[in-house]
């Protein structure tokens, strides 16, 4: 079974400071890997996607994910963050025999201060 | 090009009353979901669909039904309500990892259920 751990409910950091949001997944055969963000009341948009290929990813809005399989992570970076960063962000799983079932962590809230 | 449609986009039911949640793209995806949304659990996958009349079972499906008759259309039922089903429930519909692998997200049905 497919899983995702979410290191920390919250996270705050200060504009242009580095982010860095933590996600660890389970999944007995490749993953594929995902984060997603979420802005107050609407839905999920895509930051950025794992799937095969390079294990560093580029996202929107000067995102970044790195695959490291040996840890068993997928961290979501950002080197400056901006007040418009204040989200809540999801990292999600599937494989290619799960159905394309995604599996969501408990999310991260991001707040930025000034 | 409207994407993931979900109506209703608000609900207050009465424990033990039903309703239908009905989820509509138009982007010919043959992968839809539905997930439930709680503070601090993130997404919980309820119930899934892999394609045109068929539907399967996800992490929190207890208490929902799904139907799937018409590709573009994915349905949402609570039988008999429970305070527990409180939630902000979305719909999403999927590319498919075979594509581009990306989740497209309605903007959630808030309900409430006294």
């Known amino acids: 079974a497919q899983s995702v751990t979410q290191l920390g409910s919250h996270v705050s950091v200060s504009e242009g400071a580095l982010v860095l949001l933590r996600c660890n997944y389970s999944?007995?055969?490749?993953?594929?890997l995902f984060w997603y963000v979420q802005y107050p009341n609407q839905g999920l948009q895509l930051l950025l996607k794992?799937?095969?290929?390079?294990?560093l990813v580029k996202g929107i809005n000067g995102f970044e994910a790195e695959f490291k399989k040996s840890e068993t992570s997928f961290h979501l970076t950002k080197p400056s963050a901006h007040m418009s960063d204040a989200a809540e962000y999801f990292c999600?799983?599937?494989?290619?025999?799960?159905?394309?079932?995604?599996?969501f962590g408990a999310g991260t809230r991001l707040a930025v201060h000034p | 090009n409207a994407g993931v449609t979900q109506t209703p986009k608000f609900r207050v039911l009465k424990t033990g009353q039903s309703m239908t949640l009905l989820c509509a793209q138009d982007m010919n995806h043959e992968y839809m979901y539905w997930y439930r949304q709680d503070p601090g659990m993130g997404l919980r996958l309820i119930h899934y669909?892999?394609?045109?009349?068929?539907?399967a079972k996800g992490e929190v499906p207890d208490g929902y039904n799904v139907s799937r008759l018409k590709k573009q259309n994915f349905l949402l039922g609570l039988e008999s309500a429970a305070p527990s089903q409180t939630s902000v429930y979305f719909c999403a519909s999927f590319t498919g990892l075979e594509n581009t692998g990306e989740l497209f997200f309605g903007e959630g049905s808030r309900l409430t259920v006294l």
């Open positions: 999600a799983v599937t494989n290619s025999g799960g159905y394309n079932k995604l599996i």
């Open positions: 669909s892999v394609g045109e009349g068929t539907t």
């Open positions: 999944s007995s055969v490749p993953p594929y």
């Open positions: 794992y799937t095969t290929g390079a294990t």
